[in-house]
């Protein structure tokens, strides 16, 4: 009976070495061994692997999508056997992340190298999108989600509150006007998200009173980037996540509207701005609750962003 742990050891490492010798060399063992081992997972899967040649090996296409199955079981299998034999090791493998778009850019790829630092043993995958992903069909690990949850039996860790700002540049509000109540931004230019039929009402509240805004302005887009942009260059107000807009803010780029009122979660906030309330959720299959990486992972965006998160601080 074939080895499998055996046969994805010699199979990603011949890949990670792009030769049997130096892979064989590695392992202890001799190529011809190496190659019998390989032979017979391919054998195993009814399809071949590896392209080989006397110059070189490269993977086909289900050799690709293999290996990276392949690396994610081993790691798995290293973590398991650490949990079980007290967990001395640091966090090791390969961890595949799901985020948002803008918030990855802007709050997330600034911390990778201090995370890889810290945890040299861990290797990266990053998925940036702003469409929910389905965990177990794309191999996600742990998923950033913004804005409210679904039901589900994932696991759901909050990393930040969501809240959303209405704002302007001080360039805007020299030449119109500071509105002093919600149903002033009806007689304002407001940049809107577009999605659907929706994004035309704001919504704000203070105190159980809540006000319904109808909105419109000279730009319409599907991109919460673009419309911070479009309010830094003086086209009108946007009512945006703090996490997008708060370093504005506290730059004097942007001023905020409305002090005392709050916006309503529900109110849409632009691509990977999540429309609906909740928060900033990291969210993990069950079956990685325990897992050393994802809660590396976890660990370190909630100690980094802080509590109130540092873009709520002077926003």
């Given at each position: 009976?074939?080895?499998?742990?055996?046969?994805?050891?010699?199979?990603?490492?011949?890949?990670?070495?792009?030769?049997?010798?130096?892979?064989?060399?590695?392992?202890?063992?001799?190529?011809?061994?190496?190659?019998?081992?390989?032979?017979?997972?391919?054998?195993?899967?009814g399809t071949v692997l590896l392209n080989r040649s006397t110059r070189r090996l490269t993977l086909t296409d289900a050799g690709a999508a293999y290996h990276e199955q392949a690396l994610r079981i081993l790691a798995d299998l290293e973590e398991a056997n650490r949990g079980v034999a007290g967990g001395d090791g640091p966090?090791?493998?390969?961890?595949?992340?799901?985020?948002?778009?803008?918030?990855?850019?802007?709050?997330?790829?600034?911390?990778?190298?201090?995370?890889?630092?810290?945890?040299?043993?861990?290797?990266?995958?990053?998925?940036?999108?702003?469409?929910?992903?389905?965990?177990?069909?794309?191999?996600?690990?742990?998923?950033?989600?913004?804005?409210?949850?679904?039901?589900?039996?994932?696991?759901?860790?909050?990393?930040?509150?969501?809240?959303?700002?209405?704002?302007?540049?001080?360039?805007?509000?020299?030449?119109?006007?500071?509105?002093?109540?919600?149903?002033?931004?009806?007689?304002?230019?407001?940049?809107?998200?577009?999605?659907g039929h929706g994004g035309r009402v704001w919504r704000f509240g203070r105190d159980g009173d809540e006000r319904i805004v109808p909105v419109s302005g000279p730009v319409r887009a599907n991109n919460s980037m673009l419309l911070r942009d479009a309010a830094l260059a003086g086209m009108g107000v946007i009512l945006m996540?703090?996490?997008?807009?708060?370093?504005?803010?506290?730059?004097?780029?942007?001023?905020?509207?409305?002090?005392?009122?709050?916006?309503?979660?529900?109110?849409?906030?632009?691509?990977?701005?999540?429309?609906?309330?909740?928060?900033?959720?990291?969210?993990?299959?069950?079956?990685?609750?325990?897992?050393?990486?994802?809660?590396?992972?976890?660990?370190?965006?909630?100690?980094?962003?802080?509590?109130?998160?540092?873009?709520?601080?002077?926003?």
């Amino acid at each position: 009976m074939m080895d499998f742990f055996a046969a994805l050891t010699a199979f990603t490492t011949v890949v990670e070495r792009g030769a049997f010798a130096r892979a064989a060399r590695e392992l202890g063992q001799s190529t011809s061994s190496l190659t019998r081992q390989v032979d017979a997972l391919e054998e195993r899967l009814g399809t071949v692997l590896l392209n080989r040649s006397t110059r070189r090996l490269t993977l086909t296409d289900a050799g690709a999508a293999y290996h990276e199955q392949a690396l994610r079981i081993l790691a798995d299998l290293e973590e398991a056997n650490r949990g079980v034999a007290g967990g001395d090791g640091p966090p090791a493998g390969t961890l595949r992340v799901s985020l948002p778009v803008a918030f990855a850019q802007m709050h997330v790829s600034p911390l990778l190298p201090d995370f890889l630092r810290d945890h040299p043993a861990i290797r990266l995958e990053l998925m940036l999108t702003d469409e929910p992903v389905d965990l177990v069909g794309q191999r996600v690990d742990v998923a950033i989600r913004i804005g409210a949850l679904d039901a589900s039996s994932l696991v759901a860790r909050k990393l930040a509150p969501l809240r959303r700002i209405a704002c302007a540049s001080p360039a805007y509000l020299a030449a119109r006007g500071l509105p002093e109540e919600p149903a002033d931004l009806a007689r304002h230019d407001c940049c809107c998200f577009a999605y659907g039929h929706g994004g035309r009402v704001w919504r704000f509240g203070r105190d159980g009173d809540e006000r319904i805004v109808p909105v419109s302005g000279p730009v319409r887009a599907n991109n919460s980037m673009l419309l911070r942009d479009a309010a830094l260059a003086g086209m009108g107000v946007i009512l945006m996540p703090s996490w997008l807009v708060g370093a504005d803010i506290e730059a004097g780029r942007l001023t905020p509207l409305l002090p005392g009122w709050t916006a309503d979660p529900g109110a849409g906030s632009g691509s990977g701005g999540g429309a609906g309330g909740g928060g900033i959720h990291a969210l993990y299959l069950p079956s990685r609750k325990g897992s050393r990486t994802v809660r590396a992972f976890v660990d370190f965006l909630l100690a980094r962003f802080g509590s109130p998160p540092h873009w709520d601080r002077s926003a």
